[in-house]
C-alpha cells in the first residue's frame, strides 16, 4: 500500500509509503488527516496551497462488501472549510488494485492542460490533453476511455468544474463505465478544476487481490455481515426494489421534503414522483432499464438503477432520492423524465445536483422563473454548462446565488445547500445540518428512520452526535453508508473484519474510536479555518411551513452541547502556518 | 443626549438616554459597543438581528474644529465582519443639534415602504415614501427636499442598497446639499435597504448650541489645534490645494498605485490623473467648478472639491484620490472627465467607487471587457444600477465578482476589495490591510507619507499597530483623519478638547485608550463572527509588480505579532448568544 502524490506545480508524481497510523484508516479520516497536516487552514480553496485527496478504504478490494467507496476531500469553496464527499463507482476498487491508499494532488499547473492524471500498470503520468477542455463528463469519459482504455476507472470534472464553480462535483465511473457516481458535494469539481487536472484514471489493475491475515474469520465475519444486511429490510428489500427513491414517499409523509424552494414540507404530486412509480416505470419501459443496480464492486444492496427513456435507451444512472427531490418537488416538477433530463445534464455540466437544486429553486422563489418549469429549468442547467453569468452565479451554489440577486433566505449552512431532509419536518436533522464539519450535509446523520419524535426540536442532539460519530467511522472506512443500519446492530462487527483482513487486533470500540478522531481532526481545521457558523439560517426558525406549521426549533444550549470539550476531549493541535 | 432607537419590524421609535460610559464616546467605538452587546456576530448580516449604527461624536457641535464625521456601522454583508464605515457631510452636525449621539436601526420592516426616517424637531417618524424605490441617490435627494425641506440633513441609498449588494454604501449630503460623502465601505448600505429603510432625514435642527463646561479652555485648546492645523503642511497647503488627489503622484512614485487589476504600482499616464492636473482643470473651466470645499461644517481643511464639466456644471462633488485611482489607473483609464462620469454613475447608484473599481478591474483583467474602455466601464456601472444578473455580481464587490467569474486573483482581504495604497509598493500598508478588522481598509492606518522604508516587508508592524490604534480613536471621537498629521504631535491636545467641552477630567492618554478599546472590541466580534483570515491573498505574495519588481512579503511572524495579548490585555467578552 501506497501513497500516490502528485505536484501539478512541478508536474512530480511520488509513490510514498503508507504512513505510520494509516494502516488502518482510510477515506474521510486521511482526508481530514492530510488536510490538518499538510493544508493551511486558511488557505485559498481554489489556490495552490490547497490539496485534493481521493482516498479508499482499508477493506477495499478485501472481499468486504460494500467498502470500496471512494472519498474527495480538500478545503472547500463553498464552506471554506474541510470537505470530505464520497461516491461509488470502480474507482476505489482500483486505487486498491493499484496498491494505493491514497492520491494526493498539490500545487497548480502552470500552463499547459488541462491534464489527465494516469495510473496504468506501468506507469503513472500526467498527460496534457487539451481536447478536453471544456468538454462535459459524458464526452470527457468517452475520450478518456478511447485514449486510456475502456476498462480503467475514471474520474473526471465537467465545465463547471473548469469554471471554478462551487457546485462542481467530481464524477466516477460505475460498473457499467458510465461516470454517474459523483462525490457531489462541496465544490471538490472546482478545486480539481484549479489544479489544472481535468480527469484521473486508474487502471484496469488486475494485480491479484493481497494475502489476507486470517482468510477463516474473515469468511466467518463476511457471513455474519452478509447475514445482517440480509435481515435489514432496508438493505434486504427496500434499496434493491426502490432505491433510495423509496424515501420520498416517508419523507414527504413526515413534511420533510423541500418542496417549491423550501416553503412547504410536502408535495401534492410526491405520488408522481415516489421510489414505486420509479420502480415500475423503469420495469414497464424494459430495455436498459434497470432497478437493483450495483454502482461498485462487492456492492450487495444495489440500490442504484438505470433510468431509461420511453425507448428504453439510458437517459441517465442512477436517479436518486436527493436529486429527485431537489430537482423535482423542490422546483415544483413533478416529472420523472423531466428530473432524469435535469439529472442527466447537471451530470454532463459537472454540477451538484442538489446545490444546483437549491439554486433553481431560490431563482423560482425570487420570481425568475416559473415553478413546474422544466424546460427553464433545463435551459438554466445548459447556462451553467455555458458559463453565461447567470449560469456561473447558478453554479456556484445556493449561498452565491442568494448574494447576488439579492434573495437573503438561503438554504444554506456554512454556504452549503440542503439536500432533501427538511429539517423543520424532520428534526433530528436539526443537529445534522447546524453541526455537521460538512455544512448542509443529509449523510451526515440521517435519523428520518430514527425511533423519535420528528416533529419535536428538542432532545435529538446527543443521539445524533453518536450517529455522526458511527458514520464518521463509517466513511473513513470507505464502507457504504447504507450498511450501517445493518451494522448498527453489532459495530463490533467492523473490528473484526479488519482484524481478519489486516491481522491487527482493534477492539470493538474502532468504529466509533476512528469516527470520534476524524471529527475532531474536521472541527479543529473548521475553527481554524473560520468556517461556521453552527447554525440554521434564520428563516428556517422563523417560517412555519406547511403541512404541520413547524419551525426549526431545537433548543440553542442543546445544540451548543455538540461540541462540549467532556465528550471529545483535546482537539487535535494543527501545525503553525505563518504563511500563507 | 440621547439615542434614537428605530425597530423596523414594529415600526417603534424610541428616544432612550445616553447609557452610562457613552458621554464621551462616540462613532466608531458606539459601532463597536452596540455591536458586541446587542448583535449575535454569527447573525446574518441582512437578516433581522443585524443592526445598524448611525453615531456622531462627543465633540460634534462644540467648535472643535473637524469634529462632525458621521460613523455608520453594522455586521457587514462584505466581510461577514463588525464595519465601521464614515463620512463628512451634514448629518453628524444635524444629529448633533437634534441631541442625539447615535441612531440605532434594528429589525426589518415586513411590508410596505421603503421608509424614510424623518427626524424633524418636532417628531421622529418612518415615513412610507413608495416613490423612491429605485431612485437613484441623487433623484431620491431631490424627492427627500422636496417632502422634507430643503436643509435637512439627508442619508440615502441607491439602487445598490435596495438590491442588497454588499458593494453598496450610504451617501450623505454634505454642505451644499449635495449627497457625495459617502459611508461606502462594506455593504452598509445593503444593510439599511435590507432593514427596509431607504433614506434618514434629520433636521434642520437650530437648537442653540449647548454650554460648554470650560469656554476659556475650549477657546485656547482649540487656537492650539488651529495652530498644529496651520503649521502641518498637509492639512495647510496639499488638501485644501490638491484635494485628496495630491497623493497620487507621491504613491505612483512609490509603486503604489493600483494599475490594470493590480498588476503594476504605477501607471505611466499617471501625469495626467494627477491632483495638479485636476486642481488646474477645476480651476480653469471655472463656473460651478471649486477647490478647497469643505464637506462638513467646522472643517478648516477643505479637501473637498466640486468637479466640473467643460461648460462649468457640476459632474460630481467631490472627486477623490480613492476613486481617481481605482476606475481611473486601475482600470487602464487616464481621463478626469470619465473618472468623474464613472465616480458620479457610482454614487447615483450607489455603490463603493473602491469596491467597484476592483470588480471592474477584474473583469478588465479576465478579458471581458478592454483595460481603458471608459465606455464600457459606464455601461457596467449603469448595469449594477439596474441590477442585471452581471451588474449584480459587480455591485456585490470583488470577492463574488471573482467567484463568481472563476477568477481565483482576487484583490481582497476578508472580503473588501484593496483600495489605492497598492501594499507591493507600500509596504507598511501589510499590516493595515491584513490586520485591521475591517478587511482593506487605508483609512485604519495610511502609511505612505511616514518616515520608513516602504519597499522593505518586515519592521512595520509595531508602528502600525500605534497607528490603527490612533486612528481608531479618532474614528471614535467622530474627528476626521486628515488633522491626524497635525494632532500628531500633540495627542494630548484630544484630551484637552474633550475636556474642555465636557467639564471631564480625561488623562492625555484618552485618544490611545479609547482607540485601543474600540479596536478590541472589533477584534472580539470578528474572532465570534469568524470573520477572517488575517492575511493577503496569496497571489500578493508571488506577483512581483513593476516598476520596483516588489511583492508583498511582511514576515508571518511579525503579523501574527499584532494581535499579541501582550500588548491587548484580556479581549471583552460578548454576551452568549444561543439563537440564532
Known amino acids: 500500500m501506497h501513497v500516490l502524490r502528485v505536484d501539478m506545480t512541478t508536474q512530480k508524481i511520488t509513490c510514498e509509503p503508507l504512513p505510520d497510523g494509516w494502516e488502518l484508516v482510510g477515506g474521510r479520516a486521511l482526508v481530514a488527516k492530510v488536510l490538518c497536516s499538510e493544508v493551511p487552514p486558511q488557505c485559498?480553496?481554489?489556490g495552490a496551497y490547497n490539496r485534493l485527496v481521493l482516498a479508499v478504504g482499508p477493506l477495499a478490494r478485501s472481499g468486504v462488501p460494500c467498502a470500496e467507496r471512494l472519498s474527495a476531500g480538500a478545503k472547500s469553496p463553498l464552506t471554506q472549510g474541510i470537505k470530505e464527499s464520497n461516491a461509488g463507482g470502480v474507482l476505489g476498487y482500483q486505487m486498491a488494485a493499484a496498491g494505493m491508499r491514497a492520491i494526493i494532488i498539490e500545487g497548480r499547473a502552470v500552463h499547459g492542460g488541462p491534464y489527465v492524471l494516469h495510473c496504468s500498470p506501468s506507469e503513472n503520468r500526467l498527460v496534457p490533453v487539451p481536447g478536453l477542455s471544456g468538454r462535459g463528463v459524458y464526452?470527457?469519459?468517452r475520450i478518456l476511455k478511447a485514449e486510456f482504455g475502456d476498462n480503467a476507472a475514471v474520474a473526471v470534472i465537467g465545465p463547471a468544474g473548469e469554471f471554478l464553480m462551487a457546485g462542481a462535483g467530481i464524477f466516477i465511473t460505475d460498473t457499467d463505465g458510465v461516470p454517474g457516481r459523483a462525490c457531489g458535494r462541496g465544490g471538490l469539481g472546482a478545486v480539481m478544476g484549479a489544479k489544472g487536472l481535468k480527469a484521473v484514471v486508474v487502471g484496469p489493475h488486475r494485480a491479484p487481490r493481497p494475502r489476507t491475515a486470517d482468510p477463516a474469520a474473515l469468511r466467518a465475519a463476511i457471513a455474519e455481515f452478509l447475514g445482517m444486511i440480509r435481515d435489514t429490510p432496508q438493505t434486504a428489500h427496500a434499496?434493491?426494489?426502490?432505491?433510495?427513491?423509496?424515501s420520498l414517499g416517508p419523507i414527504n409523509a413526515l413534511g420533510g421534503l423541500p418542496t417549491r424552494n423550501f416553503t412547504a414540507g410536502s408535495f401534492?404530486?410526491?405520488?408522481?414522483?415516489?421510489?414505486?412509480?420509479?420502480?415500475?416505470?423503469?420495469?414497464s419501459r424494459g430495455g436498459?432499464?434497470?432497478?437493483?443496480?450495483?454502482?461498485?464492486p462487492g456492492c450487495v444492496v444495489k440500490c442504484s438503477n438505470v433510468f431509461p427513456d420511453a425507448d428504453g435507451k439510458p437517459v441517465v444512472a442512477p436517479l436518486e432520492y436527493e436529486t429527485i427531490a431537489m430537482l423535482g418537488p423542490n422546483l415544483g416538477i413533478a416529472d420523472l423524465d423531466t428530473i432524469a433530463q435535469l439529472n442527466h445534464l447537471a451530470n454532463d455540466v459537472g454540477v451538484d445536483t442538489i446545490e444546483a437544486g437549491v439554486a433553481l429553486g431560490m431563482l423560482m422563489g425570487a420570481?425568475?422563473?416559473?415553478?413546474?418549469d422544466g424546460r427553464g429549468a433545463l435551459a438554466l442547467m445548459k447556462e451553467i454548462g455555458e458559463g453565461t453569468v447567470l449560469g456561473r452565479v447558478l453554479g456556484n451554489g445556493a449561498a452565491i446565488t442568494g448574494r447576488v440577486l439579492g434573495i437573503t433566505r438561503i438554504p444554506a449552512v456554512k454556504g452549503q445547500g440542503f439536500p432533501a431532509h427538511e429539517p423543520r419536518g424532520i428534526k433530528g436533522m436539526i443537529s445534522t445540518y447546524a453541526l455537521s464539519p460538512m455544512g448542509a450535509d443529509h449523510t451526515a446523520a440521517v435519523t428520518f428512520r430514527a425511533d423519535m419524535d420528528h416533529h419535536r426540536g428538542a432532545g435529538h442532539t446527543a443521539f445524533n452526535r453518536t450517529l455522526q460519530v458511527r458514520v464518521a467511522g463509517f466513511d473513513s472506512l470507505g464502507m457504504c453508508l447504507f450498511v450501517t443500519p445493518a451494522i448498527g446492530k453489532k459495530p463490533a462487527l467492523m473490528a473484526d473484519l479488519i482484524n481478519a483482513v489486516h491481522g491487527t487486533g482493534v477492539g470493538p470500540e474502532y468504529l466509533m474510536e476512528l469516527g470520534k478522531e476524524t471529527l475532531k481532526h474536521e472541527r479543529a481545521f473548521n475553527l481554524a479555518a473560520g468556517c461556521g457558523p453552527d447554525r440554521l439560517p434564520e428563516f428556517m426558525a422563523e417560517e412555519a411551513i406547511p403541512p404541520f406549521n413547524l419551525v426549526?426549533?431545537?433548543p440553542?444550549?442543546?445544540?451548543?452541547?455538540?461540541?462540549?470539550?467532556?465528550f471529545w476531549g483535546p482537539l487535535p493541535v494543527l501545525p503553525r502556518w505563518s504563511k500563507p
Not at 401534492?268 to 420495469?283: K, N, P
Not at 420570481?367 to 413546474?372: H, P, Q, S, T
Request: with cysteine; proline share 7%; glycine share 14%.
Open 268 to 283: 401534492e404530486q410526491a405520488a408522481a414522483v415516489s421510489g414505486e412509480v420509479l420502480r415500475d416505470l423503469i420495469a
Open 288 to 296: 436498459q432499464g434497470k432497478s437493483g443496480h450495483r454502482c461498485m
Open 552 to 554: 426549526a426549533d431545537a
Open 367 to 372: 420570481g425568475r422563473l416559473a415553478f413546474g
Open 239 to 246: 434499496y434493491p426494489t426502490y432505491g433510495t427513491a423509496g
Open 44 to 46: 485559498e480553496p481554489l
Open 139 to 141: 464526452a470527457a469519459t
Open 556 to 566: 440553542g444550549p442543546e445544540l451548543e452541547s455538540f461540541w462540549e470539550p467532556d
